[in-house]
């Protein structure tokens, strides 16, 4: 019970104000909404009310947008401010240990914002530059598969996967239209039994040959884009094999997060580095040191 109060304390410091506990703020732009509730005469605003909700597990954030789940998460809230309201006819804010909690608190939310906004900037470009450097290595694939009796592929529709033999032929028969002229994505359409990717033209989206089965990687890695396999047994079917350039909006939301990951470790490393660090040794003494960690000792800056 105790550590559900404190979470509870804790979730109400970050969402609804550390401005409430901090007077010197009382000058800054603050978002304005429209009421939709009130604690104790306490207005509370749609946009406050989604801010609480981003503290709300992502798993559990469909439920929370049905008409029954916002009135759930509006009684969490009367919870929150209900104590809030409470901590201050108690003078919790004053105690020294509460105001430390505060600060650090304010904080880690003002460095976690601050690295988002670092991580965004240039984003685009960044993106861009970094297709260039992969497109030439990053493939796009795309597969028909046709489902055999005792494969782990079942058939289209429900339909009886034939023998072996017999899917072989047919895989071989709807390769040689495809060399014929036919468009592989709209014969994957007509003909695929992987009736997840079917609709999509028989696309897998952007591929590694390193992530792939080995027995597939070794087919896909002969292939150049824009090429077509003969078809190949695995344990899931026959299948047939189309190689094509992965296009930046393919690879886009992959890029995004590689960029975004490698700014922020960046932009930490440019900061800590450039800023002047002063240790007291006493409280820092030397010992022994964690591997990557930098030697602590007499008083020392950095940059």
């Known amino acids: 019970m105790v550590v559900a109060v404190v979470a509870v304390v804790i979730v109400l410091a970050v969402a609804f ?6 007077p010197n703020q009382s000058d800054e732009k603050q978002e304005t909404g429209k009421v939709v509730m009130r604690v104790n005469d306490e207005e509370i605003t749609d946009v406050e009310f989604a801010q609480f909700m981003e503290n709300v597990p992502n798993e559990q954030r469909t439920f929370y947008t049905t008409p029954a789940g916002r009135r759930a998460l509006a009684d969490e809230l009367v919870k929150l401010k209900v104590l809030e309201q409470e901590a201050k006819r108690l003078g919790v804010a004053e105690d020294p240990k509460v105001k430390r909690q505060i600060k650090m608190a304010q904080s880690q939310i003002t460095a976690a914002r601050a690295l988002e906004k670092l991580a965004e900037m240039k984003l685009d470009e960044k993106v861009k530059a970094e297709y260039e450097k992969e497109k030439a290595t990053a493939i796009s694939l795309r597969h028909i598969l046709v489902a055999y009796a005792g494969g782990q592929a079942p058939a289209r529709g429900g339909a009886q996967a034939p023998p072996e033999a017999q899917a072989m032929q047919r895989a071989q028969a709807i390769a040689a239209r495809i060399r014929g002229g036919a468009d592989f994505a709209r014969t994957a359409m007509t003909e695929s039994d992987d009736e997840q990717s ?32 003969e078809p190949v047994k695995t344990e899931y079917g026959v299948h047939i094999f189309k190689v094509e350039q992965a296009s930046l909006a393919e690879l886009d939301p992959m890029l995004r997060q590689k960029v975004r990951q490698q700014t922020a470790e960046s932009e930490i490393k440019r900061l800590q580095t450039g800023a002047k660090v002063v240790l007291d040794p006493q409280f820092f003494p030397e010992g022994p040191q964690t591997p990557g960690a930098p030697a602590a000792g007499a008083p020392k800056s950095q940059g």
């Open 198 to 229: 079917a609709p999509n033209g028989g696309s897998l989206g952007p591929a590694r040959p390193e992530g792939l089965p080995p027995n597939i990687a070794a087919v896909v890695t002969k292939l150049k884009p824009g090429e077509m396999s």
């Open 17 to 22: 104000g550390l401005s409430q506990f901090r």
